[in-house]
């Protein structure tokens, strides 16, 4: 009789690859590995020789960077969805597209348990298992196994359990600082024991995709956006495709040493957490579209826009992409996006992100109306009445109810 399947979230680091070991030990199960390529770069060269080195009977590596960045990357920025106001959540927004695809895997392959590395005080295991068991919910149900959360291993005895699976695994020397990093193409979450004391500056070889101030060019660059209902599109008059033009971003910006972040969080789980950020296309892009709203967007729509914005950032951070009152809140982005069209210009230099200038040709700004030149075409007499009937209220309970001496 052949055994049960559980396809396991790869990313071929030391964890999933003990993990592929230890779920055939301890659930008798055989292990497809996935590995989702949301932008990794070189990280997922020779996963499915490590797979396949720590028993996997079968790896799959399936590239979605376009269904992320159009589905979740570009949604998540129409929406202004930065935690806690800095995080451009590029970790938070992968987790529902992988737990999608585990999902998908599962069912492609007949497994009937899917695994994935997350431990038990972080924030994706969250989304993963909601995520799973939410999509999973019409189906057959799908046991959910997560190795780093049962089995309680320190990092050393890891390796040992490494060592005797005879599994050979990259070591880092003594003398050398190890980080736990998450990239995708939106951004990379950088972990590790140095980074733990909130006191101390982030190490500079935390850091792969921006510069260090010192080592940034000493002239600024411009680069204009092209934004069509809120989505870039073009950089400098180019078109581009998301992957790619975020893609540059990184670089130019990285180069200008845009995009650190560095955040004691409000995890989901009750505990504050340092967390370190290399995100230079999302800070970018999130201050073009911006400041491209504070022109088509009335004064209305944008505070509509900015308290749902942090309603639908706790959702993505929380782990409840799939649920109804996020579908609702994207649908108002949407909308409100309907104008969002036009041209935005950044300054690049030394850490900044400075907007210089925008364009669009559906702008509510109306230079007539806002010159104080001699087309002034604004009808200054209108005021008096205007302030008449706008302070009548305030007037009227004054006289009405105010007591003069007791204030």
């Given at each position: 009789m052949a055994r049960e399947k559980c396809v396991l979230a790869y990313s071929g680091g030391m964890d999933s690859t003990i993990s592929t070991v230890w779920i055939q030990d301890n659930y008798n199960m055989d292990v497809v590995t996935l590995t989702v390529d949301l932008g990794a770069g070189p990280e997922i060269v020779g996963v499915k020789e490590r797979a396949a080195s720590a028993g996997a009977i079968d790896s799959l590596v399936w590239d979605v960077r376009d269904e992320f960045v159009n589905e979740y990357v570009f949604p998540g920025l129409k929406a202004g969805a930065m935690?806690?106001?800095?995080?451009?959540?590029?970790?938070?927004?992968?987790?529902?597209?992988?737990?999608?695809?585990?999902?998908?895997?599962?069912r492609q392959v007949g497994a009937t348990a899917v695994a994935h590395g997350c431990t038990g005080k972080g924030n994706d295991q969250v989304r993963f298992d909601a995520g799973i068991m939410t999509l999973a919910a019409h189906g057959e149900p799908l046991k959910i196994v997560a190795p780093a959360r049962e089995w309680g291993m320190t990092r050393d005895e890891e390796k040992?359990?490494?060592?005797?699976?005879g599994l050979e695994l990259r070591e880092v020397g003594d003398d050398q600082r190890v980080y736990s990093i998450d990239r995708n193409l939106w951004g990379q979450a950088i972990e590790g024991e140095d980074l733990e004391d909130t006191w101390e500056a982030p190490p500079e070889d935390a850091f792969s995709w921006t510069r260090q101030?010192?080592?940034?060019?000493?002239?600024?660059?411009?680069?204009?956006?092209?934004?069509?209902?809120?989505?870039?599109?073009?950089?400098?008059?180019?078109?581009?495709?998301?992957?790619?033009l975020i893609a540059i971003l990184n670089e130019i910006a990285g180069e200008h040493g845009v995009?650190?972040?560095?955040?004691?969080?409000?995890?989901?789980?009750?505990?504050?957490?340092?967390?370190?950020?290399?995100t230079p296309a999302a800070v970018v892009l999130h201050s073009a579209l911006k400041a491209l709203e504070t022109a088509t967007m009335s004064r209305e729509q944008q505070r509509v826009k900015e308290n749902l914005s942090a309603i639908y950032s706790d959702m993505v951070y929380d782990g409840r992409w799939f649920?109804?009152?996020?579908?609702?809140?994207?649908?108002?982005?949407?909308?409100?996006?309907?104008?969002?069209?036009?041209d935005v210009r950044v300054r690049l230099h030394k850490g900044s992100c400075i907007v210089v200038g925008r364009r669009s040709p559906f702008s509510l700004y109306d230079f007539d109306l806002a010159t104080y030149s001699t087309t002034d075409a604004f009808d200054h007499e209108a005021?008096?009445?205007?302030i008449d009937i706008y302070s009548l209220s305030a007037r009227t309970q004054s006289r009405k109810q105010t007591n003069s001496e007791a204030r």
């Amino acid at each position: 009789m052949a055994r049960e399947k559980c396809v396991l979230a790869y990313s071929g680091g030391m964890d999933s690859t003990i993990s592929t070991v230890w779920i055939q030990d301890n659930y008798n199960m055989d292990v497809v590995t996935l590995t989702v390529d949301l932008g990794a770069g070189p990280e997922i060269v020779g996963v499915k020789e490590r797979a396949a080195s720590a028993g996997a009977i079968d790896s799959l590596v399936w590239d979605v960077r376009d269904e992320f960045v159009n589905e979740y990357v570009f949604p998540g920025l129409k929406a202004g969805a930065m935690y806690e106001g800095v995080y451009a959540l590029s970790t938070a927004l992968g987790r529902p597209l992988m737990a999608k695809k585990l999902v998908e895997a599962a069912r492609q392959v007949g497994a009937t348990a899917v695994a994935h590395g997350c431990t038990g005080k972080g924030n994706d295991q969250v989304r993963f298992d909601a995520g799973i068991m939410t999509l999973a919910a019409h189906g057959e149900p799908l046991k959910i196994v997560a190795p780093a959360r049962e089995w309680g291993m320190t990092r050393d005895e890891e390796k040992m359990y490494a060592a005797k699976a005879g599994l050979e695994l990259r070591e880092v020397g003594d003398d050398q600082r190890v980080y736990s990093i998450d990239r995708n193409l939106w951004g990379q979450a950088i972990e590790g024991e140095d980074l733990e004391d909130t006191w101390e500056a982030p190490p500079e070889d935390a850091f792969s995709w921006t510069r260090q101030i010192s080592d940034t060019p000493d002239e600024p660059v411009e680069v204009a956006i092209g934004f069509e209902k809120g989505v870039p599109v073009s950089i400098d008059g180019t078109l581009k495709s998301g992957v790619e033009l975020i893609a540059i971003l990184n670089e130019i910006a990285g180069e200008h040493g845009v995009g650190r972040i560095d955040h004691v969080e409000n995890r989901l789980v009750g505990i504050k957490s340092r967390e370190v950020y290399e995100t230079p296309a999302a800070v970018v892009l999130h201050s073009a579209l911006k400041a491209l709203e504070t022109a088509t967007m009335s004064r209305e729509q944008q505070r509509v826009k900015e308290n749902l914005s942090a309603i639908y950032s706790d959702m993505v951070y929380d782990g409840r992409w799939f649920t109804e009152l996020r579908r609702n809140i994207a649908a108002f982005m949407e909308s409100a996006h309907e104008y969002s069209t036009g041209d935005v210009r950044v300054r690049l230099h030394k850490g900044s992100c400075i907007v210089v200038g925008r364009r669009s040709p559906f702008s509510l700004y109306d230079f007539d109306l806002a010159t104080y030149s001699t087309t002034d075409a604004f009808d200054h007499e209108a005021a008096t009445g205007f302030i008449d009937i706008y302070s009548l209220s305030a007037r009227t309970q004054s006289r009405k109810q105010t007591n003069s001496e007791a204030r």
